[in-house]
C-alpha cells in the first residue's frame, strides 16, 4: 500500500478495492444515522408507544433503522418525509414481529412499570400517557394501536398514516373508529362499580 492513502487492508487476502469499499460503507453508513438523528426522538417515542418495555422500543428502533439502512441503499428516488418513512417501517416490522411470534394483541406484562427518565422532554413521559399507552397495548389489535397512535398521540393526517400504514384513508377511519370505541368501553367499564 502506497504512503498517504486513507485505506487499508483488513486482511492478508483483501485488495485495495475492497478496503476502499469498506471504508466508504462505513462512511455511508455514518451519513444515514446523521440524516435521520432530527427525527431519531420521535421515531423512538412512537416505538416507545407500541412496545411494553423500554428494551423492546430500543430493539423495535434499532431493527427499523437497520431496515431503514438497507432500503435507504436500494432506494433510486429521494424519500420525501423521512419521519413518515420511518413510522412506517417501525410498525411493519412491529406487526410482523407479532404475526411472528403468534401474538395478536400483547399480554400484560407482569413486572413493574419501567417509568421513563423524569428528566427527558419527551412527551410520552408523563405516567398518564404512559398509563394509556399500557392501556393501549392490552386492549387494542396491532393495526387499531397504530392507526390511534399516529392520529392520537403524533397528530398525523389521516392521508399519511393511510400512506404510512400501506392502507386507504377509509381503512384509517375505520380502524380508529373501532379502536376509540374500544378504550372508551374500557374507559367506562373501568369507571363503573
Request: include cysteine.
Amino acid at each position: 500500500m502506497t504512503a498517504g492513502t486513507d485505506f487499508e487492508a483488513g486482511t492478508p487476502g483483501e485488495t485495495q478495492a475492497l478496503a476502499e469499499n469498506r471504508v466508504i460503507l462505513r462512511q455511508a453508513r455514518r451519513d444515514f444515522l446523521v440524516a435521520m438523528e432530527p427525527v431519531r426522538a420521535s421515531v423512538y417515542a412512537y416505538c416507545r408507544s407500541l412496545t411494553p418495555t423500554v428494551w423492546d422500543a430500543e430493539d423495535l428502533l434499532q431493527e427499523t433503522l437497520t431496515k431503514a439502512l438497507a432500503e435507504a441503499s436500494q432506494r433510486y428516488e429521494p424519500i420525501r418525509n423521512i419521519q413518515a418513512w420511518l413510522v412506517r417501517i417501525a410498525t411493519n416490522t412491529w406487526i410482523d414481529s407479532l404475526r411472528r411470534s403468534g401474538r395478536v394483541t400483547l399480554e400484560r406484562a407482569e413486572s413493574t412499570l419501567d417509568l421513563p427518565d423524569d428528566q427527558a422532554e419527551d412527551p410520552l413521559a408523563a405516567l398518564a400517557v404512559e398509563s394509556a399507552l399500557r392501556q393501549l397495548l392490552h386492549l387494542l389489535p396491532p393495526r387499531e394501536r397504530a392507526c390511534v397512535v399516529l392520529k392520537d398521540v403524533f397528530s398525523y393526517p389521516l392521508a399519511e398514516i393511510a400512506e404510512i400504514l400501506e392502507t386507504t384513508p377509509g381503512a384509517v377511519k375505520s380502524a380508529l373508529h373501532r379502536g376509540r370505541a374500544t378504550l372508551q368501553a374500557a374507559r367506562t367499564g373501568s369507571a363503573g362499580p
